[in-house]
């Protein structure tokens, strides 16, 4: 089953990966990280069907997707 992995701390808060997500799965955090950016986070990792549109938007390589 595919998985997505965020590394937050390189997150930007752009959300390109929001915009790009085909499920509408990715949504920014109420949190923030070091840098002060909210950060981008799957909702339903489950329902992830790995086609990685995220991790391509992303200008950061925040987003890596596992299978």
Do not use: H, W
């Amino acid at each position: 089953m595919p998985r997505p992995v965020f590394f937050q701390e390189r997150c930007k808060g752009c959300e390109l990966c929001t915009v790009a997500c085909a499920k509408k799965l990715i949504t920014m955090s109420a949190a923030f990280n070091t840098k002060g950016y909210a950060f981008a986070t799957c909702q339903d990792e489950a329902a992830c069907v790995g086609c990685a549109l995220c991790a391509r938007a992303c200008p950061d390589s925040v987003i890596e997707i596992y299978k």
